[in-house]
C-alpha cells in the first residue's frame, strides 16, 4: 500500500503516483506466493473472484467464537458499467445481505477501496462487511483488477467515474433512500467526491483510515509543506472538500497510521460541517497487511459502526421497532 512520491521539483504533478493497482493481466507466481500473506493476489482475468475464500484472520480479529462467513459467489452480481469517456468498462459486484440484520438489511454501502492491488485485495474486508449485513457494491479503479481499462487513471477520470460510480448504485439499490459510502484509504478521494456529488441521496459517509489531502499527503511523506494545488490538479483535496459535504461523516482512524497521519485526519474531521464522530484506536496502524481498524476487533468495529448510524444516520437503518 505504498504511495509512490519520488522527488519533488517545481510544478511536478504527483496525482498519477498515488496509484498501486494491479491489473488482473498482471497476476505472476511472484504477487501470488511470494508477497506476504495479506498482500498476494492470484486471480487472473479469466477466474472469478474468490469470494468464498477462507482466510487466516489475524488473533486480534476475531474471539469469543465469531466467524466470518465466506460470501456465496452465486449470490453476487456483475454490475460493470462503461466510463463516461468510452475508454472502457469498470468492474463492479453487487453483493446482496444475507438478511439476518434487519437494521442493516435494506441498507447498501458503495465500497472504495485503497491503492493496492484490486477488489480481490479487499475480499476480506468486504467479508466483514457483509457478515455486518449490508448490501455492498464494490467497483475497481481503471488500471486496478479486471477493469478493462489498464491504465491508471488521471484526476478527472477518477472523479468522474467516482460520480458514475455512485449514480449507478443509486439506480440499482433495493432502497436507494438507505444508501451510504464507505471508504477506505485512498478510496477517499472517490468517496468524497460521491458525496458531494450525490448528498441529497445518501444517508452518511464513513473514513476508514482515508486519504486527507495531497498537501498533508506531501507533508507526511516528504515534510514539505506545499499548496495541494502546487503538487497536483487540486481535486483531490480532501480536507477543503469535505466543507462542501454537509451530511453525516464517521472517521475511522488509528492512531499509528503511518499513511494518514491521525492529526491530519483530525483536521479534515473539525473541516466537516454535518453531524459526525472520530473514532481513533490506539496503537493501530492503516491495515490490511499491518492490522487496521476491523483487524483491531470485529465485535467493536461492528458496534461502532451501527452506534454510529443510530445516533447520527438513522435514516440509513430500518427500525425494528414496533
Not at 110 to 137: A, D, F, K, T
Not at 139 to 157: A, L, M
Not at 179 to 189: D, K, P
Not at 259 to 275: L, S, T
Request: hydrophobic content about 35%; charged content about 20%.
Amino acid at each position: 500500500m505504498m504511495f509512490w512520491f519520488m522527488t519533488i521539483g517545481c510544478g511536478a504533478n504527483l496525482d498519477f503516483m498515488i496509484h498501486n493497482g494491479k491489473h488482473c493481466s498482471l497476476i505472476d507466481d511472484f504477487l501470488c506466493t511470494e508477497k506476504d500473506y495479506w498482500d498476494q493476489l492470484c486471480t487472473p482475468c479469466e477466474e472469478e473472484l474468490p469470494w468464498d475464500k477462507e482466510y487466516e484472520w489475524m488473533e486480534s480479529t476475531i474471539s469469543n467464537g465469531e466467524t466470518i462467513r465466506g460470501i456465496d459467489p452465486a449470490t453476487v452480481i456483475d454490475l460493470d458499467f462503461d466510463t463516461e469517456d468510452g475508454a472502457g468498462t469498470l468492474d463492479a459486484y453487487f453483493i446482496p445481505a444475507h438478511g439476518e440484520n434487519a437494521e442493516l438489511a435494506e441498507t447498501t454501502l458503495l465500497y472504495s477501496h485503497g491503492n493496492y492491488g484490486g477488489i480481490e485485495h479487499y475480499v476480506p474486508r468486504l467479508q466483514m462487511l457483509h457478515e455486518w449485513g449490508v448490501n455492498i457494491l464494490v467497483w475497481d479503479y481503471r488500471g486496478y483488477g479486471k477493469s478493462s481499462i489498464e491504465t491508471h487513471p488521471t484526476q478527472d477520470q477518477f472523479l468522474a467515474d467516482a460520480r458514475q460510480a455512485i449514480d449507478v448504485l443509486l439506480a440499482s439499490a433495493p432502497n436507494p433512500d438507505k444508501v451510504f459510502l464507505y471508504a477506505n484509504s485512498v478510496g477517499g478521494i472517490p468517496a468524497v467526491e460521491q458525496a458531494i456529488h450525490a448528498q441529497d441521496s445518501i444517508c452518511a459517509l464513513f473514513m476508514e483510515a482515508a486519504w486527507t489531502s495531497m498537501r498533508q499527503t506531501t507533508i507526511a511523506v516528504s515534510t514539505n509543506n506545499l499548496p495541494g494545488g502546487y503538487l497536483s490538479e487540486g481535486k483531490f483535496e480532501n480536507d477543503i472538500k469535505i466543507k462542501s459535504y454537509n451530511g453525516p461523516v464517521f472517521y475511522l482512524h488509528g492512531s499509528l497510521d503511518n499513511r494518514f497521519p491521525i492529526e491530519h485526519v483530525e483536521e479534515n474531521f473539525n473541516n466537516a460541517p454535518g453531524p459526525k464522530d472520530l473514532w481513533v484506536l490506539d496503537g493501530i496502524y492503516h491495515g490490511i497487511e499491518n492490522g487496521g481498524v476491523p483487524e483491531a476487533g470485529l465485535t467493536q468495529y461492528y458496534e461502532h459502526m451501527t452506534a454510529f448510524l443510530r445516533e447520527k444516520a438513522p435514516a440509513c437503518l430500518t427500525s425494528t421497532s414496533e
